[in-house]
T-cell receptor
Framework: DSGVTQTPKHLITATGQRVTLRCSPR?????VYWYQQSLDQGLQFLIQ???????AKGNILERFSAQQFPDLHSELNLSSLELGDSALYFC?????????????FGSGTQLSVL | AQSVTQPDIHITVSEGASLELRCNYS??????LFWYVQSPGQGLQLLLK??????LVQGIKGFEAEFKRSQSSFNLRKPSVHWSDAAEYFC????????????FGKGTTLSVSS
């Protein structure tokens, strides 16, 4: 158990809809990262927050947004969903801002867009 | 642009045989390098990391990796594979200059035959 909690584990929705994925980082970790894993693109970094502030941005679509709340949990909002958004979305956390050394991953949210 | 390449999508190894998974990176300077493992339905777990110093790095579960600057490679090895090693393996790189998020290769799926 990594200590990172993601909910829900599975999500099935229709095209055009909006969903929210939630992540609770490990106790004490200030950084939260969101990754998208799909068969064709592999693991793509979406966005990082550190202590409530956006820290780094990757290949995140404009239809997607995220935020980190004062209690350090984070939410990833996906809107106007398309079939191609179906993927496994991972959240990871780390104590500081350079997450490579101590990056802990949740077990992911499997999103299916029908 | 920075990238991490894992040339082998899928590898099958007999139980007890040796294993080598390939990873190449393309960065302006030597990044920090990592290997992660993902078991079915699980998040990613860090196997080992290279920051500097000794080019042969030992990790968990009997894995090791060798950094070769001349080849821009960071290959993962294990002398004797166990059936429980069947999983997906990801090589990743982090460059402080390029940003604070890990860039992952597309992964190599390891199957272990008896």
């Amino acid at each position: 158990d990594s200590g990172v909690t993601q909910t829900p584990k599975h999500l099935i929705t229709a095209t055009g809809q909006r969903v929210t994925l939630r992540c609770s980082p490990r106790s004490g970790d200030l950084s939260v990262y969101w990754y998208q894993q799909s068969l064709d693109q592999g693991l793509q970094f979406l966005i990082q927050y550190y202590n409530g502030e956006e820290r780094a941005k990757g290949n995140i679509l404009e239809r997607f947004s995220a935020q980190q709340f004062p209690d350090l949990h984070s939410e990833l909002n996906l809107s106007s969903l398309e079939l191609g958004d179906s993927a496994l979305y991972f959240c990871a956390s780390s104590p500081g801002t350079a997450g490579g050394e101590k990056l802990f991953f949740g077990s992911g949210t499997q999103l299916s867009v029908l | 642009a920075q990238s991490v390449t894992q040339p082998d999508i899928h590898i099958t190894v007999s139980e007890g045989a040796s294993l080598e998974l390939r990873c190449n990176y393309s960065y302006g300077a030597t990044p920090y390098l990592f290997w992660y493992v993902q078991s079915p339905g699980q998040g990613l777990q860090l196997l080992l990391k290279y920051f500097s110093g000794d080019t042969l790095v030992q990790g968990i579960k009997g894995f090791e990796a060798e950094f070769k600057r001349s080849q821009s490679s960071f290959n993962l090895r294990k002398p004797s594979v166990h059936w429980s090693d069947a999983a997906e393996y990801f090589c990743a790189a982090l460059s402080i200059q390029a940003g604070t998020a890990l860039i992952f290769g597309k992964g190599t799926t390891l199957s272990v035959s008896s």
